[in-house]
């Protein structure tokens, strides 16, 4: 792993409180320090698998070498190429740099979803009405 990390941070803030021009979830290294934040979803489980995948896509993503600001670049040259589609992730484009830490990301959460018995339509909806209500989202 190119960062040496001695520590996770996980919270659950408001929408507003995401770094500028991010929605729903976010990573990024402060020091040796990974920060994740996710805001609160309707239920303690869903804010949970959503945590998860954060942290996994971040964990997964440093492995790779991809900085944040490969990250935010990406996420925000998709977003002004899909302001109103807020069903496209931009984990799951072929060009995006971290689609391989967003896909493990997804199966992990998939399993503690299933683990869970949560239903994953109506929770990848609520996720997708994040990215509306917030402008863009990198879920
Ligand atoms: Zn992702």
């Given at each position: 792993?190119?960062a040496?990390?001695?520590?996770i941070?996980i919270k ?6 995401m770094?500028p ?5 976010d990573?990024y290294l402060?020091?040796?320090?990974l ?10 489980k ?14 997964v993503a440093?492995?790779?070498g ?21 069903g496209?992730?931009a984990?799951?484009?072929s060009d ?5 830490a ?6 992990i ?5 299933f683990a ?6 109506e929770?990848d909806d609520e996720?997708?009405?994040?990215g509306?209500e917030s ?5």
């Amino acid at each position: 792993m190119s960062a040496i990390i001695n520590k996770i941070s996980i919270k659950i803030i408001l929408n507003e409180d995401m770094r500028p021009g991010i929605g729903g979830a976010d990573w990024y290294l402060e020091n040796d320090v990974l920060q994740v934040r996710v805001v609160r979803l309707s239920t303690q489980k869903r804010t949970m698998e959503l945590a998860v995948h954060e942290t996994t896509e971040a964990l997964v993503a440093l492995e790779q070498g991809i900085t944040v600001k490969q990250v935010d670049d990406y996420d925000m040259a998709f977003e002004k190429k899909h302001p109103e589609n807020h069903g496209l992730n931009a984990g799951d484009q072929s060009d995006c740099p971290y689609k391989r830490a967003h896909c493990a990301a997804t199966a992990i959460e998939r399993i503690l979803a299933f683990a869970w018995d949560e239903n994953w339509q109506e929770y990848d909806d609520e996720l997708s009405k994040i990215g509306c209500e917030s402008g863009e989202s990198n879920v």
